[in-house]
């Protein structure tokens, strides 16, 4: 009798090989070996029993051969779905997640991640972010690896051809691959380094992982995007005020103690921009958003129905305005006329909402600092939404899973 192999069969469905036929039955060993082979990709379904041909070369199979432990990597690689930037939606995907959204919220889908497992890589701090995401895939069946980079993981290089004598221990080259064999996604938040706004515009540690992932990636907050948090943005705008082509809406620069990164006014200017709004932005002297970011949403804009406009003072921006979004960010890189970070009357306070729209409401995406960037009587008054745009990250993230593991919703 010819001896049959099992390939890519993880331990955990082992039993499923006691339901085959004894002669196709393989000792637990032997399977927990082929974990270890460095051709296995995890989660794999049982292939279909292989006649042994007596000769090394077929195995492993033909399609593992050189290549990583890949059937096909290029192939592999253009049919993934990621999510790391506005530019990964456009206004028909975003248009998708909130519907998907919206209804999920009403009737929840179960467990439509069962046995699903997330991988987040985490080397910046997070409140919301960490738990939206662990909750996103508790809730649906599936299970969520949190690694924090330094903090009981090594410190990880996405630098190209650096000598790695200082304190980073691993690479993403060697780190992503690996991490992409135990996951069925990768998610990551890596924030600006504070290099000026070219380096938070090449995004390095979010397209590394892009580049270098066999699975989905997600961007959990990169130096340029927080894509997540957008969606739960336009979420909260259209819960509030059903439609939002044309909508006015204002983004309005906060004080702070410190420069802060531009990645969350960036992604609501975009969101907001390919949701059709009327989207204004304030700011002092010294502190505009990069002129890429600004052409990437009035083309968004022209294709959703919507505008983007500078306004001249906060003033401007904020008469008739439905929604304040305040948020502190640091000075223009080439800026020479950026003048302190502590401006007070920058900060919204309930004087800012006189001349809006009387439904006008207050967002802003949380941390936030009482008192300096925004006023406590705002934040604990009825036009704050603060609350439902942090719950919302659950619900688009729950949707975003979705589409990336199971069923691709455009």
């Known amino acids: ?107 929840s889908p179960g467990h439509h991640l069962s046995g699903k497992v997330l991988v987040s890589v985490f080397f910046n701090p997070s409140l919301r972010t960490r738990t939206s995401f662990e909750a996103v895939m508790a809730r649906g069946g599936g299970s969520c690896v949190t690694l924090e980079v330094g903090n009981g993981v090594w410190k990880l290089e996405d630098r190209d051809g650096v000598v790695m004598d200082g304190d980073k221990t691993e690479h993403l080259k060697e780190a992503v691959p690996v991490l992409s064999r135990y996951g069925d996604a990768l998610a990551v938040r890596s924030f600006s380094e504070g290099l000026g706004d070219d380096d938070d515009n090449r995004e390095r540690v979010v397209k590394g992982f892009r580049k270098l992932a066999t699975v989905p990636v997600i961007s959990m907050e990169g130096s340029r995007e927080h894509p997540c948090q957008g969606m739960a943005d336009v979420l909260t705008m259209a819960e509030t005020f059903g439609k939002l082509k044309g909508l006015p809406v204002t983004l309005t620069w906060a004080p702070h103690v410190k420069p802060l990164p531009k990645a969350v006014p960036n992604s609501f200017l975009l969101s907001a921009a390919a949701a059709g709004c009327e989207v204004r932005v304030a700011h002092p002297p010294g502190f505009d958003l990069t002129d890429e970011v600004w052409q990437q949403a009035s083309q968004l804009a022209s294709q959703a129905g919507g505008t983007v406009v500078k306004a001249e003072s906060q003033a401007e921006a904020l008469a008739g305005s439905h929604v304040l979004y305040a948020k502190a960010w640091g000075p223009a890189t080439a800026s020479t006329q950026a003048s302190t970070l502590r401006q007070p009357g920058w900060m919204p306070t309930l004087r800012h909402f006189e001349d809006m729209a009387e439904d006008a409401i207050f967002m802003h995406c949380l941390p936030t600092r009482r008192g300096l960037e925004v006023g406590e009587e705002v934040l604990d008054s009825p036009f704050s939404r603060v609350v439902d745009q942090a719950e919302n990250r659950f619900h688009v993230q729950r949707v975003m899973m979705h589409h990336l593991l199971q069923e691709a919703l455009w």
């Open 1 to 107: 009798m010819k001896r049959r192999f099992i390939v890519g069969t993880p331990v955990w469905e082992s039993e499923k090989i006691s339901l085959l036929p004894e002669e196709r039955r393989f000792p637990i060993a032997c399977v927990s070996l082929l974990i270890l082979n460095r051709h296995h990709r995890p989660f794999g379904k049982i292939a279909p029993a292989r006649e042994e041909a007596g000769s090394e070369s077929d195995f492993p199979p033909t399609s593992l051969k050189a290549t990583g432990g890949e059937a096909n990597q290029s192939t592999v690689k253009e049919t993934l779905r990621h999510i790391t930037s506005i530019a990964d939606l456009g206004s028909q995907g975003l248009e998708k997640i909130l519907a998907q959204a919206t209804t999920w919220k009403k009737e």
